[in-house]
């Protein structure tokens, strides 16, 4: 991959952490979203970027920087998997009236906790971001000579 596609995937990534966000943010608020999915780590548009095989970031990042990245991303996944559960996954067991009338599982209690676990996330979104605009600059900073063709 070259400089230039290196650092566009970059963009794309922060790009679907925020919309992830935003979608998180209305689903919890109550406005208009698209379903929320889970994914693993490794199954994000980060993570097939990241984790694939011919994947040079690390040496070319180097271990510290990359493992950095590697573990903001591993707790963003994790803290997004404890509120999918409680907003999604609690939600499914909704009865059929409750469905119908658009109605929600969830407790005042749950939404309070997936209140407080989103202000963690936005924290460590934020956390995820500069490592990656870290990494956009670092890149940029590089010769395109290092990079794989």
């Not at 097939?48 to 690390?58: G, I, K, M, S």
């Not at 940029?140 to 990079?147: I, K, R, V, W, Y």
Request: glycine share 4%; aromatic share 10%; proline share 1%.
């Amino acid at each position: 991959m070259d400089k230039t596609a290196t650092l566009k995937s970059i963009t794309v990534v922060k790009e679907a952490h925020e919309l992830q966000m935003q979608k998180l943010k209305d689903a919890i608020y109550g406005g208009e979203t698209e379903e929320l999915k889970i994914f693993s780590k490794s199954e994000c548009k980060l993570g097939r970027w990241l984790y694939a095989e011919d994947n040079f970031l690390r040496d070319i990042l180097g271990s510290l920087f990359f493992d950095n990245i590697d573990k903001i991303h591993t707790r963003w996944h994790s803290d997004y998997t404890v509120i999918y559960v409680i907003l999604i996954k609690k939600n499914e067991k909704k009865g059929f009236f409750s469905k119908i009338l658009n109605g929600s599982n969830i407790s005042a209690m749950d939404l309070d906790k997936v209140k407080l676990y989103y202000s963690g996330l936005k924290m460590t979104t934020e956390a995820f971001l500069k490592a990656l605009e870290s990494a956009q600059r670092r890149l940029s900073a590089l010769p395109e000579s290092m990079f794989v063709k």
